[in-house]
């Protein structure tokens, strides 16, 4: 399994930002829970978004939750993070996860639970 996220780029604050992930592998897209992660520098990798195997769920963390909107296409592969509004503090290098959960609507927020990640793609937004 190979993930490769796209779309990162230097914007303003308020601007919009749309993210993708796409999954390269034998394997059935469908058997993964995605989800998107963000590093800022000296910090801890935290949890962004997620959506799960059938796109019936997502979750969002709450810094981001009424400005970000992640959905998936499982005809392409892909899934996309739109991101609005967006912030100084948005300001991080982005990864993109595959998570081979047994459950369809499972959404882990934790890095543990992530088999394979994306290189990252970096986001910066100046105030």
């Known amino acids: 399994v190979q993930l490769q996220a796209s779309g990162g780029g230097l914007v303003q604050a308020g601007d919009s930002l749309r993210l993708s992930c796409e999954f390269f592998s034998g394997r059935s897209f469908a058997a993964y829970a995605i989800a998107w992660f963000r590093r800022d520098q000296g910090k801890e990798r935290e949890f962004v978004g997620g959506?799960?195997?059938?796109?019936?769920?997502?979750s969002y963390a709450p810094s981001v939750k009424d400005r970000v909107t992640i959905f998936r296409d499982n005809t392409q592969n892909t899934v996309t993070l739109q991101m609005n509004r967006l912030k100084s503090e948005d300001t991080a290098i982005y990864y993109c996860?595959?998570?081979?959960?047994?459950?369809?609507?499972?959404?882990?927020?934790?890095?543990?639970?992530?088999?394979?990640w994306g290189q990252g793609t970096q986001v910066t937004v100046s105030s």
């Open positions: 996860a595959a998570d081979s959960t047994m459950y369809p609507t499972t959404i882990h927020t934790t890095t543990g639970p992530y088999d394979y």
């Open positions: 959506i799960g195997r059938t796109g019936e769920t997502t």
